[in-house]
Structures are given as C-alpha cells and as structure tokens.
C-alpha cells in the first residue's frame, strides 16, 4: 500500500494524498509533540510536514518508505524549530545583557558591549554554512558530536573537523577580542 500511495502521491493524485494525511496526521502530531511538548506547534510542525511533501511529490521515491520520509521531516522540522528557539533565547540574553543593563554600565563599556556583539555576529556570519550548522548545533543547540552527524548525516570525523575549522576562524576572527571575551565572561561569572 505503501508503494501505491507515493506512486499515486507523486503523480498528483488528492485522495491518496488525504488517506496519507489521514492515515499519519495524529500519530505524526503526537512524535512532534514529544520533541516541543506543545500540542499547538506540533500541529503547525505536521502541517508544514505535509505540506513539504504535497509540494515536493515529483521527486518522491515510491521504492522508499513515504512513512519513513514524512517521519524524518517532522523530525527535522522539530530539531530545526528548537534550534532557532534556543538562538533566539541565546539572543534574548545577549540583547538585556547589552541593552538592559545599560545603566550598569558605563558609556564605554555599553559601546565596547554594542561593537563585540557585532563583531560575533559578524564573525559567526563568515563561518561556512556546514561550519556554521555544526557549531549552532553543538554550542548553541547543546548535542553532542554523534547527534549532530546523525542530524546532518555526516561521520561524526566530520563533525569533528567542522568544529576544529569553526572554532579556528572565529578565534581568528574574534583575536582582538579575546581579553575583552574573557573579562566579561569572569565579570559574568561572579
């Protein structure tokens, strides 16, 4: 059945396209939910889930496992829904840290916090889109090496070089910035 329905699915045919939907939505809704612990945005998830799939239908393989293919992007829509959660969350920190807090510090401080949060910014911007991928992952998303390849379907060697080469061009890019990085990390602390 399941050949029939990515074969039926890829040449445009609609009901085989609602059975699918039907037959999947719920159980698909509750693995999304397992990821977000939200009923609401787990729903949203499933819904661009399919929605990728009606519109990609062309290139569907109806030799491989449609189940299998709707189940991995819900998954990756999850993992990529939290990512940006936890940047923006990571934003958030940097913005009341820069902006919030002004009246702690002073004038010059307040100018030297605004210009190396641009210059991360930058910095991390500059870093190629694989490097940039692993690093999110790894400092910001908090997986280890093995999750991250599995996420990205690379070897986790890969993931590995990925970080040494992100890690060796931000310091590169960010050198005039260490001792800055430093104080205001051990300021952080205490």
């Not at 999850?78 to 969350?89: A, I, M, Q, T, Y």
């Not at 958030?92 to 949060?117: F, P």
């Not at 991360?120 to 390849?149: N, Q």
């Not at 690379?154 to 890690?167: D, P, W």
């Amino acid at each position: 059945m399941q050949d029939q329905l990515g074969q039926s699915i890829k040449y445009g045919d609609e009901r085989s396209f609602e059975l699918f939907f039907r037959l999947y939505y719920v159980r698909l809704c509750s693995f999304a939910n397992k990821f977000l612990n939200n009923p609401e945005e787990s729903k949203e998830i499933v819904q661009d889930a399919f929605t990728k799939i009606w519109e990609g239908r062309k290139e569907i393989n109806p030799e491989d496992s449609l189940k299998s293919y709707i189940f991995k992007i819900t998954q990756n829509l999850c993992l990529n829904k939290l990512k940006r959660e936890k940047v923006e969350s990571r934003f958030v920190e940097i913005y009341k840290l820069a902006y919030m807090d002004q009246y702690e510090l002073s004038a010059h401080e307040s100018l030297l916090n605004r210009e190396l949060e641009e210059e991360i910014t930058m910095a991390f911007m500059k870093l190629p889109a694989g490097c940039r991928k692993v690093f999110e992952l790894s400092r910001i998303g908090g997986h280890k090496y093995k999750e991250i390849a599995d996420i990205c379907h690379i070897s986790v060697k890969t993931v590995e070089a990925q970080m040494s080469k992100a890690l060796r061009l931000l310091r590169v890019e960010l050198s005039d910035y260490l001792p800055l990085l430093l104080i205001l990390s051990l300021w952080n602390f205490f």
